[in-house]
């Protein structure tokens, strides 16, 4: 069946890097798109990128140049990377599956998230 | 970016009770958008997508329907397993963006 499962640290210090990795089965990354998704704790959902099934990848400009995603097919794992990391990203972070409906943007299935507090 | 106004921020209801989420876009999203449940602890779960479609293996009792720029969820013969947080999105418009969430408690 459809999985996916975040890992990743879960303490960052303030103007570090995030590296977080996202890990599917039961679907390829070669047909299905997959979104990074964060949550706060008040509980805002706020999306963060795209890897698309083709390779390629959009961001929100929200996070201007400090996100990238990437991913290796191979292993079915997408990464997120993120810099000069501040004590306002603290929150889950989530991985979501792109479901396949016309051109839209919706989220069939989630990781079950990965909570990430930024800290000295 | 597109604005959702999600209201009302919490509601207590009580068991065979009907309720209703209302998101309102800053703008005409041409029906593109979905509702998602998520109960304490867990990832959002998706129960309806394009204002009414319902998502496979989604109970009937949940509905969407809009007018205008406004788009509602309405759970008919609430159950215990209904309790959460409701979150509307839209994905008319790049980015996808959420609205603040309802928090649904049954009495």
């Known amino acids: 069946q459809v999985q996916l499962k975040e890992s990743g640290p879960g303490l960052v210090q303030p103007s570090q890097t995030l590296s977080l990795t996202c890990t599917v089965s039961?679907?390829?990354?070669?047909?299905?798109?997959v979104h990074w998704v964060r949550q706060h704790s008040g509980k805002s959902l706020e999306w963060m990128g795209r890897?698309?099934?083709?390779?390629?990848?959009s961001y929100n400009s929200a996070f201007t140049s400090r996100l990238s995603i990437s991913r290796d097919t191979s292993k079915s794992q997408v990464f997120l990377k993120m810099n000069s990391l501040q004590t306002e990203d603290t929150g889950t972070y989530y991985c979501?599956?792109?479901?396949?409906?016309?051109?839209?943007?919706?989220?069939?299935?989630w990781g079950p998230g990965t909570m990430v507090t930024v800290s000295s | 970016d597109i604005q959702m106004t999600q209201s009302p921020a919490s509601l207590s209801a009580s068991l065979g009770e009907t309720v209703s989420i209302e998101c309102l876009a800053s703008?005409?999203?041409?029906?593109?958008l979905a509702w998602y449940q998520q109960k304490p602890g867990k990832s959002p779960q998706l129960l309806i997508y394009?204002?009414?479609s319902l998502q496979d293996g989604v109970p009937s009792r949940f509905s969407g329907s809009e007018s205008g720029t406004q788009y509602s969820l309405e759970i008919n013969s609430l159950q215990p397993e209904d309790e959460g947080d409701y979150f509307c999105?839209?994905?008319?418009?790049?980015?996808?963006?959420f609205g603040a969430g309802t928090k649904l408690e049954l009495k």
């Open positions: 890897m698309w099934s083709d390779g390629d990848t």
């Open positions: 979501a599956r792109n479901f396949n409906y016309g051109s839209y943007w919706y989220f069939d299935f």
């Open positions: 999105q839209q994905s008319y418009k790049f980015p996808p963006t």
């Open positions: 703008e005409d999203i041409y029906s593109n």
């Open positions: 039961g679907f390829s990354l070669t047909s299905y798109s």
């Open positions: 394009y204002a009414s």
